[in-house]
């Protein structure tokens, strides 16, 4: 089925570690990005690019660090957690004439 | 940069009664803007969105929101609630008019549906 796929689902880090959270999209959307959720905070964009070789920042973007070697992916990576960081993170893409997101399912992320 | 208020982070509604969220955004310039619907342990899924020409906007599920610039309000309703209704809703604004603008969500709205 085409869409966005986000992996692993479920994710438990300990402080300090660090992880790749994967999100792949099959539509050839140029436009990806990543938001985590977290309660009564709504989504909050951390990294995002208008296309392959091309990423910026959003509002949260420390701690995080992203590439978009290819159309298809973009990998977001935590690299060294904290507690602050356990959320749910989603991967969202957009096309070219199509406004709106396409989302993932999300990735629950806990740091002890 | 363009912020987005949802009024009421829970709302509940009788069964069959009348859905309104609320929500209101910053810019003065007509944005693109969306209602996204959230059910428990999934991503979000695009409900309805305006980005020109008729104001009032029809999504799914019976769902449709109005685009009033002089009150900068886009306001999600729909005629008779049901229980498959109950999810959590987000407002989301773009900061430009292309495809590749980043987009602002609210910090949302919880329906409960009441038998």
């Known amino acids: 089925n085409a869409g966005v796929t986000q992996t692993p689902k479920f994710q438990v880090l300990k402080t300090g570690q660090s992880m790749t959270l994967q999100c792949a999209q099959d539509m050839n959307h140029e436009y990806m990005s990543w938001y985590r959720q977290d309660p009564g905070m709504g989504l909050r964009l951390i990294h995002y690019?208008?296309?392959?070789?091309?990423?910026d920042q959003g509002e949260v973007p420390n701690g995080y660090n992203v590439s978009r070697s290819t159309t298809e992916d973009f990998p977001l990576r935590l690299l060294s957690a904290a507690p602050s960081q356990t959320s749910v993170y989603f991967c969202a893409s957009s096309g070219d004439r199509d406004y709106g997101y396409t989302f993932g399912s999300g990735t629950r992320l806990t740091v002890v | 940069a363009q912020s987005v208020t949802q009024l009421g982070s829970h709302v509940s509604v009788s069964e069959g009664a009348l859905v309104l969220l609320r929500c209101n955004y910053s810019s003065s310039v007509p944005p693109y803007l969306f209602w996204y619907v959230q059910y428990p342990n999934q991503g979000l899924q695009l409900l309805l969105k305006?980005?020109?020409?008729?104001?009032l906007v029809k999504g799914i599920n019976g769902f449709e929101a109005e685009f009033k610039k002089s009150e900068t309000s886009f306001h999600l309703t729909k005629p008779s609630a049901h229980m498959s209704d109950a999810a959590e809703y987000f407002c989301?604004?773009?900061?430009?008019?292309?495809?590749?603008?980043?987009?602002?969500f609210g910090s949302g709205t919880r329906l409960s549906i009441r038998p």
């Open positions: 989301a604004v773009s900061e430009g008019r292309s495809s590749a603008s980043k987009i602002i």
């Open positions: 305006y980005t020109t020409g008729a104001t």
């Open positions: 690019s208008v296309g392959a070789g091309i990423t």
